[in-house]
C-alpha cells in the first residue's frame, strides 16, 4: 500500500508496509475489556452521566497555573465544541448513528436488480445451472 501523500512511502504511519495476510492489529482488541469497563462504570451509566453534565455545562475543570510567582486557579466550563461532541456522541448511542441513503442503479438510470440465493455446498452447482446466464458485470477499470 502506497502512502497518499508521498509515493516513496510504503505503507503504515511509521513507513514499515504491512505485510499481505497480517492483521494490522493481530492481537485485537484487549480480552475482557468491555467486561471491565461495564464493571467499572456501573454498565456503562457513569459514562452516560459524565457526557450528560459536559453536554449541559455542568461539568467544569479547575485548572492551576504558576505564575508571576504565585498560583492562579481557573475554573473551565466546556467549550461549545465539547458540548456539541457529547451531545453528538449521546445521540449516536442513544438513538443510533444516521446512515446516508443511497441507491444503486443500472447505468441506463433504471433501478438496480438484486439476486440473493443462499445454498449449501452441495446445492451450490444444481443452483448454477438453474440461474439465468448473468450479462458480465461492467468494467470500472477506467474509474480507477
Not at 4 to 13: H, K, L, Q, S, T
Request: hydrophobic share 30%.
Amino acid at each position: 500500500m502506497k502512502h497518499r501523500g508521498n509515493p516513496n512511502i510504503n505503507g503504515n504511519a511509521h513507513g514499515q508496509g504491512f505485510k499481505k495476510g497480517r492483521s494490522g492489529n493481530p492481537g485485537g482488541r484487549p480480552k475482557g475489556l468491555a467486561a471491565m469497563v461495564r464493571a467499572r462504570t456501573k454498565d456503562g451509566k457513569e459514562v452516560v452521566e459524565l457526557m450528560l453534565k459536559i453536554m449541559c455545562g455542568e461539568l467544569c475543570i479547575e485548572r492551576t497555573y504558576l505564575r508571576d510567582g504565585g498560583q492562579h486557579t481557573v475554573v473551565e466550563e466546556p467549550s461549545h465544541r465539547d458540548r456539541m461532541q457529547a451531545a453528538e456522541w449521546l445521540a449516536d448511542r442513544g438513538f443510533g448513528k444516521v446512515t446516508e441513503p443511497f441507491s444503486l442503479k443500472n447505468p441506463d438510470g433504471s433501478a438496480l436488480s438484486v439476486l440473493v440465493i443462499r445454498v449449501t455446498q452441495e446445492e451450490l452447482p444444481k443452483a448454477r445451472e438453474e440461474l439465468p446466464a448473468l450479462p458480465a458485470p461492467p468494467d470500472y477499470s477506467e474509474c480507477l
